[in-house]
């Protein structure tokens, strides 16, 4: 079997989430078929059966003319299977006459406000066309998968019905893996550091265990230049506190940053439209041995099991945020039991292998 995996809006050399998920789950499918990964960004690499070609103009292409000239890039490799990550708006998706089995994929919420861009002041009038955009774009394709439950919600509240495979997001259990820990507790958060992902929530938790004596060591890590004006509004906030929070900004070895943490978070603001996606750095915390602490949002509570795998606090609550981690930094019983049990989940159900498989049996089925 060949497969072609697009993903138009993807530069597959920049360090992001959209480039992991495509390059890791790529590597992996390349165990068992050959494989050929299309995306924009500079020129790629060939390794193997794993192909990736990287063309910077199918970026933004828009019209018929756009779909036909990618539906021919792709009839040149002459797959079997074409597996399609969606974004708002694409033409290909809508205009794509290509004969191969289709599978369209959508791996955030579309509908979310804060993925309005120019579109906010008319957030109503978007979302109208983009349901008549994905309600036309789905009838082009064989199966359609969803990287988590709530995704699958944000689409069939607006009427976008298919039967949908759900596949989460996972991480290379074999690259991510607990390491040494040492005294003081780390706790750590790595990604992208903007508002919506909380990452002021946890300086400000920070702030409270720092208050109360809690001894721990916090390390905030990534960040894109999209949030460097509020990040730095975060270091001199830390500086002004004197505060013992570390920004690293981008780290390249992620693996080795984790590997000595001993809590991951993920403080992300539950915003109007609840509905969200599969969260890149829950599922690498879990796989480097780290205790979770998530805000209890709908997309984090199908991964993160409260008392089981991690602990939940309520959405922007930076109190309850902070008394989690302090509860955790305290118990060292109960946070070597949930490092365990996120480990174990990991290896067992959210890794690339696992979901490379899962598309796999969906492609041969068509």
């Known amino acids: 079997m060949k497969m072609v995996m697009l993903a138009p809006d993807v530069e597959l050399d920049k360090i992001s989430g959209g480039s992991v998920h495509h390059t890791s789950l790529c590597k992996e499918l390349a165990k068992y078929c050959d494989v050929v990964l299309i995306g924009s960004g500079s020129e790629g690499s060939i390794s193997g059966r794993y192909e990736t070609q990287t063309h910077p103009w199918i970026k933004k292409p828009r019209g018929r003319e756009a779909a036909k000239k990618i539906d021919s890039l792709i009839a040149e490799e002459q797959p079997d299977i074409l597996y399609y990550r969606a974004e708002p708006f694409e ?118 265990l720092q208050s109360k004596g809690v001894k721990c060591r916090i390390t905030i890590a990534g960040g894109f230049p999209l949030y460097d004006s509020f990040v730095s509004s975060l270091k001199k906030y830390v500086a002004e506190k004197h505060l013992n929070i570390e920004f690293t900004g981008m780290v390249q070895d992620v ?35 780290l205790a979770i602490v998530a805000s209890d949002t709908e997309w984090n509570r199908e ?64």
Not at 324 to 333: K, P
Not at 340 to 353: F, I, L, T
Request: proline share 4%.
């Open 91 to 208: 033409s290909f998706g809508l205009y794509t006459k290509l004969p191969a089995p289709k599978i369209i994929e959508f791996n955030y919420n579309f509908f979310a406000r804060h993925q309005s861009g120019a579109w906010t002041k008319a957030w109503w009038l978007r979302n109208a066309l983009l349901s008549r955009w994905l309600k036309k774009t789905i009838k082009n394709f064989d199966a359609a998968v969803c990287v988590s439950g709530s995704v699958k919600k944000s689409l069939e509240m607006r009427g976008v019905r298919s039967s949908y495979h759900i596949i989460p997001n996972g991480a290379d259990v074999r690259k991510f893996k607990p390491g040494k820990k040492t005294k003081p507790v780390k706790i750590v958060f790595v990604g992208g550091a903007g508002k919506h992902q909380g990452a002021d929530m946890l300086v400000h938790a920070g702030e409270i």
């Open 255 to 289: 693996p080795k940053l984790l590997s000595t943490a001993d809590i991951g978070v993920a403080p992300f603001r539950d915003v109007k439209e609840r509905y969200g996606f599969s969260p890149l750095k829950i599922f690498e915390y879990m796989a480097s041995g």
């Open 303 to 366: 991964i993160v099991k409260e008392g089981e795998n991690g602990l939940l606090f309520q959405a922007g609550n930076e109190k309850e945020l902070a008394d989690c981690l302090q509860v955790l930094v305290e118990n060292t019983r109960l946070r070597k039991k949930l490092q365990k049990a996120a480990r174990s989940d990991a290896v067992k159900y959210y890794n690339w292998n696992r979901a490379a498989k899962h598309i796999l049996s969906i492609a041969r089925s068509l």
